[in-house]
């Protein structure tokens, strides 16, 4: 008999809505059937691709006998964490305050007021490397709950206000300097490691909004240090098995410190962040590397995660069957030698082992290998790996298949609205182009509403029924602001700027400090607010970035006095955390160089026009505002009052309320930008 959640729409939540648990999706009416029954709450947060997530629903909620105890004592609500993040944010605080550390699925019991006062993650159903078993734990709080119910009332109390206690402190009356880009520069060196590349050791995550700072470090300042750790750093990524080297794409993170064997589950976030740095590195360095690799994960994430509605679903699982009915992490893609040599023969499996470092011990579990690029001096025959590839591809896609999330993300589909629309671009790929703008489409028709407010998810066209957050409001903005100077558009400006007035009304307070959570939205033990990156630029800084943007844009004072309020905080955090702020310092780097702004006014079928649009795009000045549009265009702001020059197609560049003379040639106009 399915339960409460069978007729949610995140594929998360319905995972479990064939379990014996009885679960409640996060809503009052949970909360009242607690204060009711006089029982706490069980909140369990996850998310659909994570793999110890499904390994606790197996041996606990899909288990009769704790089913049965947890309904009997608690009412179970169950929580996406992707649907959800303000809840995730506010309760993942209060379990890295309580245990010093955090990670899904989460597990926090709750009184009925919805305050914490026991924390964990994941609990295995009996004792286990120091860890209680789930059931013990179920035994205790419910002991806890029913002799020391006034006890748990006080530290629970204490909890949620030791949370409130803890707000943040911020200078918004001046964005970071130089000094500070550069202390920050210094602190990322100290943490770099540089035999194997990336930032500190094991588990180690792919540093994407590191990459964007450090690129941007280098065009404004010149520093070697900066190029070379973003090069190597994507360098050993590429040819690690964090890479899918196969279909491309890349993994969550990599569980060792040498980017070898990573956590299998493939996320959008990562995959637009990440193509979007390497496309980025090519056009600082032309690197035929970083060019194949941009290309391959834009492709993957079209083939592999884009949706009939033009959005792009929110992850595979890690998981996926072996063939033996059993679910298995990473079994769709690792190899062993017997199974290149059943797809490719003796001798083409003997040049696939050593092209892809498969061996007889494997470098996964049970012998298996992870498919990697080892040798850098290995002398190949191009066309024969190329045969290599397609063959172990094509039997691959034999293989049972990982599951997918296709949950429609809003900010995760606006950084890959940017990675593909700048990808096409750069690669004459027009196909890439309009696979973000039909993501553009998608998230206007759907995910807006006529007040420009933003829903966070949606799934098979349906909108989910949460209210986006900031990361939405910002991540969708800058895709608009992509799209709109790669395709010429001024329509992504406007809808980019019904957004950000959005952040301003209702995500800002007086100071310019920004919160994670709209001003009307559910209230919740804490308002969250998190200027740092996790695993996607933070909200905050990312607001501050599109802000910056669109000002260029349109010239709007408001707008940049904004964006300069919000980089408050990254010169307090910077030099003290640089690989937690880094999406930050990338938009200081903007400010400090601008950011520059090139109107190009033409004919758009010209070929002068489209070589100045061309040129301007593959300009690296840090944060560069592209306007194109017909002569008089008055679409964009930034357009206004730019005639041709003597009659031919022209491009201006502006930077701080200073214009340069127009040019008609591509070669003056890329010196003029440093390209």
């Not at 379990?95 to 550390?101: K, P, R, Y």
């Not at 010149?222 to 080297?245: K, V, W």
């Not at 941009?294 to 595979?316: C, I, K, P, W």
Request: proline residues 6%.
């Amino acid at each position: 008999m399915p339960n409460r959640l069978a007729h949610e729409t995140s594929p998360y939540l319905l995972q479990h809505a064939d379990n014996p648990v009885d679960w409640w999706p996060w809503s009052p009416e949970a909360f009242a059937e607690a204060r009711r029954r006089g029982v706490p709450v069980l909140l369990s947060v996850g998310y659909s691709s994570c793999h110890w997530c499904h390994v606790m629903a197996h041996e606990s909620f899909e288990d009769a006998s704790v089913a049965d105890y947890l309904n009997e004592h608690f009412v179970s609500v169950k929580v996406d964490r992707e649907e959800r993040p303000d809840i995730d944010a506010v309760y993942m605080e209060a379990v890295q305050a309580a245990t010093g550390q955090g990670g899904w699925p989460m597990t926090v019991f709750l009184t009925p007021d919805a305050e914490p006062f026991y924390f964990g993650t994941y609990f295995p159903p009996a004792p286990r490397h120091g860890m209680p078993g789930f059931g013990q734990v179920l035994e205790g709080v419910r002991a806890a709950w029913s002799d020391r119910r006034d006890e748990v009332g006080q530290v629970a109390r204490r909890i949620v206000r030791d949370l409130s206690e803890r707000a943040l402190a911020v200078d918004t009356s001046t964005p970071p300097g130089p000094e500070e880009l550069h202390a920050a520069l210094l602190g990322l060196t100290r943490e770099f490691d540089a035999v194997r590349g990336g930032f500190g050791g094991a588990p180690k995550f792919p540093p994407s909004m590191t990459l964007e700072f450090l690129l941007r470090h280098h065009v404004r300042t010149g520093s070697e240090a900066a190029l070379q750790m973003a090069e190597a750093t994507c360098e050993a990524m590429a040819r690690g098995g964090i890479y899918d080297q196969l279909g491309g794409g890349f993994a969550r993170y990599s569980v060792d410190a040498s980017w070898t064997v990573p956590h299998f589950e493939k996320m959008l976030y990562d995959n637009a962040l990440l193509c979007r740095a390497y496309a980025h590195l090519w056009r600082a360095t032309g690197s035929a590397l970083a060019r194949r690799v941009a290309l391959e994960t834009a492709d993957f994430m079209v083939r592999e995660l884009r949706t009939g509605e033009g959005g792009f679903a929110s992850a595979l699982d890690a998981d996926s069957d072996d063939g033996t009915g059993r679910h298995v992490e990473g079994a769709y893609y690792v190899w062993t030698p017997r199974q290149l040599r059943e797809v490719l023969g003796e001798e083409d499996a003997a040049l696939a082992a050593a092209y892809f470092g498969v061996t007889r011990e494997g470098t996964f579990e049970e012998g298996a290998s992870v498919l990697q690029l080892p040798d850098t001096e290995l002398l190949v025959d191009a066309s024969k790996i190329a045969s290599v590839k397609e063959r172990l591809l094509a039997a691959r896609e034999r293989r049972a298949r990982p599951g997918r999330d296709d949950k429609i993300v809003a900010a995760w589909n606006g950084l890959a609205i940017a990675a593909l629309a700048e990808t096409g671009a750069y690669f004459d790929r027009p196909d890439l182009i309009q696979a973000a703008t039909d993501a553009a489409d998608l998230l206007v028709r759907t995910h807006m509403d006529w007040h420009a407010r933003l829903s966070r998810t949606s799934l098979d066209g349906t909108v989910g029924g949460h209210a986006g957050v900031l990361e939405d409001y910002a991540d969708v903005a800058e895709g608009f602001l992509a799209l709109a100077a790669v395709a010429g558009e001024g329509v992504w400006v406007d809808f980019a700027g019904l957004l950000l007035d959005a952040v301003l009304v209702h995500f800002t307070d007086v100071s310019g400090a920004l919160f994670d959570t709209a001003d009307d939205a559910e209230i919740l033990i804490r308002r969250p607010q998190d200027p740092t990156d996790s695993a996607t630029p933070s909200g905050w800084t990312a607001a501050a970035g599109a802000l910056l943007s669109y000002a260029a844009y349109t010239g709007s004072t408001a707008h940049r006095e904004a964006a300069e309020k919000a980089l408050g905080v990254v010169r307090t955090l910077g030099p003290k955390a640089p690989r937690f702020i880094s999406w930050g310092l990338a938009v200081a780097e903007a400010l400090l160089d601008g950011p520059r702004e090139v109107a190009v006014v033409g004919p758009v079928d010209h070929p002068v026009t489209r070589q100045l649009h061309h040129t301007a795009l593959l300009s690296t000045a840090p944060g560069l505002a592209v306007a194109l549009g017909e002569p008089g265009s008055e679409e964009v702001p930034l357009l206004k009052g730019r005639p041709l020059l003597e009659g031919r197609p022209a491009a201006y560049v502006c930077r701080r309320f200073t214009c340069d003379a127009p040019t008609a040639d591509p070669k003056a106009l890329a010196q003029r930008l440093g390209g």
